[in-house]
């Protein structure tokens, strides 16, 4: 994680892929995958939200796709947190993960790393050690918020990649556990509670996760077993300046205690 006194990082500058139209019937090429990229596929998109009785924070999530994230903007908007892919699977990592991920860290804004996962071409604790080694650490200085699993549909096969659901439940456990044993961290869990139950069997075992739903309608709806909240929504993937906005369960504090461990 960056130190308080990093130097501001220049831009990259490989042109920026196009974001995979989950709709598409093509395959989309490997490494291309983002969080949320199925929702609309598979589970439609509603209304925003039309507002809040309790306080959230504004946040944002990006990968490669996104290119050199503005940052500014972002935080002139009122964003104060950003999540930004780091790695896929054992075979891909964002090219864009420095401006990204340290971009946001230098403008103010309390940042973490996620991981798509592809449970079909090795193991869940193979994965989070990749994750860990390419970005996906965590540090107790504030700014850092522990790394999230991304796991949702399979934008490359099968929706729930070949796995049972027992398997797939075995998958993530391994997942959590060997992420927790190299940081001291619970992941974060991010997932849609219609992939959930049909992937999982809607498994209830990972409560100890804070979880990160997926719904783009006026409201986060029903949650997989074994939550009663959610931690971070997912709300939308047309929001201003990078597309995927999502908000805290409560104001900048918690966001900040989240960070502290």
């Not at 790695?87 to 990592?93: A, C, P």
């Not at 934008?155 to 398997?167: E, I, L, R, T, W």
């Not at 100890?208 to 971070?232: E, H, K, Q, V």
Request: glycine share 12%.
């Amino acid at each position: 994680p960056a130190s308080a006194t990093e130097a501001p990082v220049a831009p990259v500058t490989p042109v920026a892929p196009v974001a995979p139209d989950a709709t598409s019937t093509a395959t989309p090429a490997r490494g291309s995958a983002h969080m949320g990229m199925g929702v609309v596929a598979h589970d439609g998109q509603g209304g925003l939200p039309s507002g809040t009785r309790a306080a959230q924070t504004e946040g944002v999530d990006v990968a490669s796709y996104q290119g050199n994230v503005s940052w500014s903007t972002l935080w002139n908007s009122g964003v104060r947190w950003a999540y930004t892919k780091a790695s896929e699977g054992t075979y891909y990592t964002n090219p864009y993960f420095s401006q990204q991920y340290s971009g946001s860290y230098n403008v103010g804004m309390i940042r973490g790393a996620y991981h798509f996962a592809t449970p079909d071409t090795t193991s869940g604790a193979t994965q989070a050690d990749y994750f860990v080694d390419h970005g996906g650490g965590w540090s107790r200085d504030g700014k850092t918020l522990p790394g999230a699993l991304d796991i949702e549909w399979n934008p490359y096969g099968d929706a729930c990649f070949g796995k049972s659901q027992s398997g797939m439940v075995t998958w993530i456990r391994d997942f959590l556990n060997q992420y927790k044993a190299r940081t001291g961290r619970n992941a974060v869990i991010y997932t849609a509670t219609s992939w959930w139950t049909q992937c999982t069997g809607n498994y209830g075992g990972f409560s100890a996760s804070p979880l990160w739903i997926a719904r783009y309608a006026s409201s986060a709806g029903t949650l997989p077993a074994g939550w009663s909240t959610y931690t971070m929504w997912q709300y939308t993937s047309t929001g201003p300046t990078v597309g995927d906005h999502d908000r805290f369960n409560g104001a900048l504090d918690r966001v900040q205690a989240l960070a502290n461990g």
